[in-house]
T-cell receptor, first 115, second 110 residues
Framework: GAGVSQSPSNKVTEKGKDVELRCDPI?????LYWYRQSLGQGLEFLIY????????KSGLPSDRFSAERTGGSVSTLTIQRTQQEDSAVYLC?????????????FGPGTRLTVT | KQEVTQIPAALSVPEGENLVLNCSFT??????LQWFRQDPGKGLTSLLL?????REQTSGRLNASLDKSSGRSTLYIAASQPGDSATYLC?????????FGKGNQVVVIP
């Protein structure tokens, strides 16, 4: 079946612009996660959605970052007024449900470059 | 805060040798541990998931062990092949998230 998909695969933006990154999880997966991977920081958690529960936003680095999940499926990560330190690969993952012993499946990522 | 450490950061082995990759974590309150493979410029591919109640998990040439009380996991790759060259990431799940190590970068020399 189809895996986790993300779009765009690459995004180059000017400092100060807003960007939107999209994630389509595996059908039927109720848990969705955003992570980012940067050279200096490794892989770090950003936000977690589980069904209709309030999201866990504790990993978002600043209030310029926000995310939503519509209809329990597609998710959009928005970064406002982008800064050069936002340059990273943004990865989305989904699992059947959470918490518990459920495998997380990752998408191919969106590489964001802020110039 | 969960801290995950992977040693060594990088290693090279001749083809055919067994690979041993180590992972340690500071907080034993985890639901599971996953090992991933990442190829350059690519996303993460899940290799094995070990539930917190399990001691080990096997898939083909891969075997992973988990000692939750001591905060350690080991990934064994038998009879390594050049195609096994990649970065291997260990991650533990707890507190609504995976916490990742920085990875073991592996090169298998033909």
């Amino acid at each position: 079946g189809a895996g986790v998909s993300q779009s765009p695969s690459n995004k180059v933006t000017e400092k100060g612009k807003d960007v939107e990154l999209r994630c389509d999880p595996i059908s039927g997966h109720t848990a969705l996660y955003w992570y980012r991977q940067s050279l200096g920081q490794g892989l770090e958690f950003l936000i977690y959605f589980q069904g209709n529960s309030a999201p866990d936003k504790s990993g978002l680095p600043s209030d310029r970052f926000s995310a939503e999940r519509t209809g329990g499926s597609v998710s959009t990560l928005t970064i406002q007024r982008t800064q050069q330190e936002d340059s990273a690969v943004y990865l989305c993952a989904s699992s059947l449900r959470a918490p518990g012993a459920y495998e997380q499946y990752f998408g191919p990522g969106t590489r964001l470059t802020v110039t | 805060k969960q801290e995950v450490t992977q040693i060594p950061a990088a290693l090279s082995v001749p083809e055919g040798e067994n690979l041993v990759l180590n992972c340690s974590f500071t907080d034993s309150a985890i639901y599971n541990l996953q090992w991933f493979r990442q190829d350059p410029g690519k996303g993460l591919t899940s290799l094995l998931l070990i539930q917190s109640s399990q001691r080990e998990q096997t898939s083909g040439r891969l075997n992973a062990s988990l000692d939750k009380s001591s905060g350690r996991s080991t990934l064994y790759i038998a009879a390594s092949q050049p195609g096994d060259s990649a970065t291997y990431l260990c991650a533990v799940y707890g507190n609504n998230r995976l916490a990742f190590g920085k990875g073991n970068q592996v090169v298998v020399i033909p």
